[in-house]
């Protein structure tokens, strides 16, 4: 995986990005090469390269919004799952996408920004897992579950990204990028 170029793999974990999810919002254009493990790729296999946008000499921006929720599935729950042992369902909650972006000149012709945030998102319910009512006691050390909390799967990305670009020369421009992004595993 690489940004604008350089890798932002580990690779430790086979060249892997460290958690880093790819902003579609922020990407002017994705390519995929394959490598054999040459000089511009520490592992063979496919490589991804994000060029992110820099903004232009009008202000332009976009916005992208998509989601679901429990309403708009349907059950494949039966009564050979519920004697499996399965007992209810696996609802998916939520799955959403929201995406705002926005970029322009600071100087024409010469410097540019663009800035970008996200948050995407699922979460759904865990079948048969319950929290433990005896969590936390020090005097109580067997699981007991607690029917009126179900366990649950949240993952939600939230990213904010910026960039400044410069054109230092009519052949070299120099960028400035700021991309943050968190994962939450338990945000309900």
């Known amino acids: 995986h690489m940004i604008d170029g350089p890798n932002i793999g580990t690779p430790v974990g086979g060249n892997q990005p460290p958690g880093y999810i790819a902003d579609i919002g922020n990407a002017q254009e994705i390519t995929f090469t394959t490598s054999g493990g040459l000089g511009e790729s520490e592992t063979a296999g496919v490589v991804m390269n994000v060029v992110a946008r820099t903004g232009g000499n009008r202000i332009s921006g976009a916005a992208y919004f998509s989601g679901t929720g429990e309403g708009l599935q349907s059950s494949n729950y039966t009564e050979e ?108």
Request: hydrophobic share 35%.
């Open 81 to 188: 799952l519920r004697l499996a042992g399965l007992t209810a369902a696996i609802p998916l909650r939520k799955v959403y996408d929201l995406n705002g972006a926005v970029g322009g000149p600071i100087m024409r012709d010469r410097v540019w920004y663009f800035v970008n945030a996200r948050t995407q998102g699922s979460t759904r319910g865990i079948a048969s897992v319950y929290y433990n009512q005896n969590a936390g006691d020090a005097t109580r050390w067997l699981y007991s579950p607690d029917p009126d909390r179900p366990a649950f799967s949240d993952r939600t990305w939230d990213n904010v990204s910026g960039r400044i670009t410069w054109q230092a020369t009519s052949r070299n421009k120099i960028g400035f990028a700021w991309d943050e992004q968190r994962i939450c595993r338990n945000c309900e």
